[in-house]
């Protein structure tokens, strides 16, 4: 069960892939220990760009980020996976020529522990990797391959992994054992911020959500709640936005 | 015909020496570098003054080899060569690629490179000269190898390719059984989520500079070993080095290696058929045949 305990926040976040043409407009959320958090929110709305701000990966214009009050701003991508933040990219997000084994081996690299104990540790968790550790990534089905990108994040022992669409190309068979796996990851301890298409399917596992449009929060509350909410689906068709022109 | 089998081999393990660098600074900085021939060049030269500073303080050193025309101090001069254009690789990166990298597209970077190589050529022209230089001469009276008359190998020339193999047989061996390998094919693959996993981006290229520049100044050595050298020696190769990591496929290590044994081959058979005028233009022909029956070059990806 989450504790109230705030862990990741981010307030009034204005990030972009330009400087001075920022998509998000002063988004704010927080994800508690041991929670996931869902994002969702039309084409457009800025979820991916609000992984990546988290992630280091995009320009972040004004606002702040904190990870157990410690401030995120401003540190390289590669040095994240010390605070204990790890990223799933939605797509090319496992190193297609390297073989899973080979891939492990690389993501190990940031382990506290030695890397020979964590890849072990990945490869006892995900049997379907261990039968293939010597195949190239690029010989993966679709489902294996958002497999072994999860493990190359759980790898490096993170206390919140960062997922885009994870389920995105997936059958719904693939869809639903990757967001189970999700729900089994929180239910380790480590926080989940997801960001979603399939949104009735990621809020059935989620604690809470947080509904984006324009770059600019929508709406947030309990997961079971939103699903319920019909102006949900007015937002996301566009008839009721916060800060539309 | 054994003849032109061996001398394209000779010939097309230097060139896949130095296109490997070509190919690795290609694909994960994404530009082409005009400059990188140039570093055969300092590579040879360094190497060059390394010789003569170290037969000149230890004389023994300077002894031949066996039946070879290298000496010891040769040997580690390579070496020292071999680190000391590694690290201007990173200087000049310091000095010009790194900032037009933050700030200018791929095609600045291009024009860049011609204006580095440009740079570096006269350098090495002021430093030593316009006239041509070789490391020895005793490999103009070399024995041959073989006792067929028409079959002209020297034991340098055997040496140059041994080396050649060995030092493209370590870097495979880097690239395929170490997490640092592991590491720089991730950069070349995905650099942002080679990010993410961990991998700082500054060292890795610093790494490719390293690897890519300690090659090239072996290839210009072992050039120099068979050849001689000239300050416009960078010149004369980089269509052909351009040549082999085209043919390979752009960013494939492999590919390069391949490239460069096929542009070597292809050369030294075109001169059995061809007038010598029509050499130079052979590469080009090999990358128009390469490309025309695959785009991507033998093992190079779509991107």
Redesign the interface.
């Known amino acids: 069960m989450p504790d109230a305990a705030p862990f990741l926040n981010v307030s009034d976040f204005t990030a972009g892939y330009k400087r001075g043409l920022p998509i998000l407009h002063g988004v704010s959320m927080h994800v508690n220990s041991g929670e996931i958090v869902t994002v969702i929110g039309p084409n457009g709305a800025g979820k991916s760009t609000l992984i990546k701000a988290i ?1 280091g ?1 995009v320009i972040v214009e004004g606002g702040a980020i904190t990870l157990e009050a410690r401030n995120l701003l401003g540190i ?4 994240l ?1 010390r605070f204990g933040l ?2 799933v ?1 939605q797509t ?7 073989s899973v084994s ?1 891939n492990l ?3 190990a ?2 382990c506290r522990a030695a ?1 020979e104990t964590r890849i072990a540790a990945m490869l006892d968790l995900f049997p379907a990797l261990a039968e293939r550790r010597s195949v190239r990534g690029g010989g993966l089905s679709g489902g294996q391959r958002q497999v072994l990108a999860i493990a ?1 994040a759980l790898i ?1 022992e993170p206390r919140i992994i960062l997922m885009d669409e994870p389920t995105a190309g997936l059958s719904p068979k693939a869809s639903q054992d990757v967001l189970e796996l999700i729900g089994k990851i929180a239910g380790d301890g480590v926080s989940v911020l997801l960001v979603e298409q399939n949104a009735r399917m990621a809020l059935g596992i989620s604690d809470r959500a947080y509904i984006l449009a324009d770059g600019q929060n929508q709406m947030d509350g309990p997961a079971g709640d939103i699903l319920d909410d019909p102006a949900v689906a007015e937002i996301y068709l566009g008839g009721r936005r916060k800060g539309a022109a | 015909m054994i003849q032109a089998l061996f001398d394209g081999v000779l010939v097309g393990s230097i060139l896949s020496l130095g296109a490997i660098g070509l190919t690795l600074v290609m694909h994960i900085l994404r530009f082409a570098n005009f400059s990188h021939a140039e570093l055969l060049s300092v590579g040879a030269y360094c190497a060059l003054t390394f010789d003569a500073v170290l037969s000149g303080i230890a004389p023994p050193l300077a002894n031949l080899i066996g039946p070879f025309s290298m000496s010891a101090a040769l040997a580690l001069s390579t070496l020292a060569a071999a680190i000391l254009t590694g690290f201007t690789a990173v200087l000049i990166d310091r000095l010009v690629f790194r900032r037009l990298r933050d700030t200018a597209g791929p095609l600045t970077m291009v024009f860049a490179s011609f204006g580095v190589a440009l740079i570096m050529r006269n350098l090495i022209a002021l430093v030593f000269g316009l006239r041509t230089e070789r490391f020895t001469d005793a490999i103009s009276f070399a024995t041959m190898v073989s006792s067929d008359p028409l079959l002209l190998i020297k034991p340098d020339q055997v040496a140059i390719l041994l080396i050649a193999v060995a030092a493209m047989a370590a870097l495979h061996l880097l690239l395929t059984r170490t ?1 640092l390998g ?2 720089l ?2 950069v070349a ?2 650099p ?10 500054p060292s890795m290229i610093r790494l490719t500079w390293i690897i890519g520049g300690g090659l090239a100044a072996i290839a210009g050595v072992l050039y120099g070993i068979d050849n001689q050298l000239s300050p416009v020696m960078g010149r004369d190769l980089v269509l052909s080095l351009f040549a082999a990591a085209i043919v390979g496929g752009l960013g494939s290590v492999t590919g390069a290696m391949l490239g460069g044994f096929i542009v070597g081959l292809a050369s030294s058979f075109a001169i059995l058929l061809l007038p010598a005028g029509y050499k130079p233009a052979i590469p080009f022909l090999v990358i128009l045949a390469t490309l025309y029956i695959r785009p991507n070059g033998l093992f190079g990806e779509a991107r």
């Open positions: 992630a990966l390289a991508p590669d040095r996976g790890s990223y990219p090319a997000n496992i190193f297609t020529t390297l080979q081996a690389l993501a690299r940031r890397p190359m490096a | 997490t592991f590491a094919r991730a693959e995905n942002t989520l080679a990010q993410v996993n961990g991998i700082a981006l």
